[in-house]
């Protein structure tokens, strides 16, 4: 008895062109339908990042103006414009804005992206100057609603998009983070 033995021809085998236009389509579906949603994810993680670094530089300001004694302040590098940059130091004359006699206790660079940082509190866009005491200094009345807004608005009219977080400056200096995506929270992005 004699033994058969067979042999296949070469186990070579592609993708036909039907196969790989379907496979393509379904891709191309598939990142049509997340694309939007991971561009609202990454607004609201830079949104997310710069409320926290800015929230974590302010309780640094804050615990300076504590342990030196002195007032301390934090300020955007170039007037007005927060998401630029901003530098902490001790205000060693009081005058409220940094000059050559106040010592830098830190500098931060500026945000990337589409981040805005705005206030409603007028004296918020120049400068927040702690006491020895921790709290604010302001030359006007204290409210609840005192804070700097981070946003980003994505661009695109729709204000149920908006991504948006606010610190809230409490009676002793403390820094409450309030989510207000979308409006929630009566939140509004910085124009």
Not at 145 to 154: A, F, P, R, V
Request: proline share 4%; aromatic share 6%; charged share 20%.
């Amino acid at each position: 008895m004699q033994a058969t033995v067979t042999q296949e021809r070469g186990g070579h085998r592609g993708f036909t062109l039907i196969e790989l236009l379907v496979t393509m389509s379904i891709a191309a579906i598939v990142l049509a339908i997340g694309a939007p949603s991971l561009r609202d994810v990454i607004a609201d993680q830079r949104v997310r990042i710069a409320a926290s670094d800015l929230t974590g530089e302010i309780a640094y300001a804050r615990a300076e103006a504590v342990s030196r004694g002195r007032r301390v302040a934090i300020e955007p590098l170039t007037a007005g414009n927060w998401p630029g940059g901003w530098r902490i130091y001790a205000d060693t004359d009081g005058s409220g804005t940094f000059n050559a006699g106040d010592a830098e206790l830190k500098r931060s660079p500026g945000l990337t992206g589409n981040i805005k940082i705005c206030t409603n509190v007028g004296e918020f866009a120049n400068n927040v100057v702690f006491r020895p005491d921790g709290r604010v200094v302001r030359t006007s009345a204290t409210g609840a609603n005192d804070g700097i807004t981070i946003s980003d608005d994505l661009g695109n009219g729709n204000a149920a998009d908006d991504k948006i977080r606010t610190l809230y400056f409490g009676p002793s200096g403390r820094i409450t983070v309030v989510l207000q995506n979308g409006g929630a929270n009566s939140g509004v992005a910085c124009p």
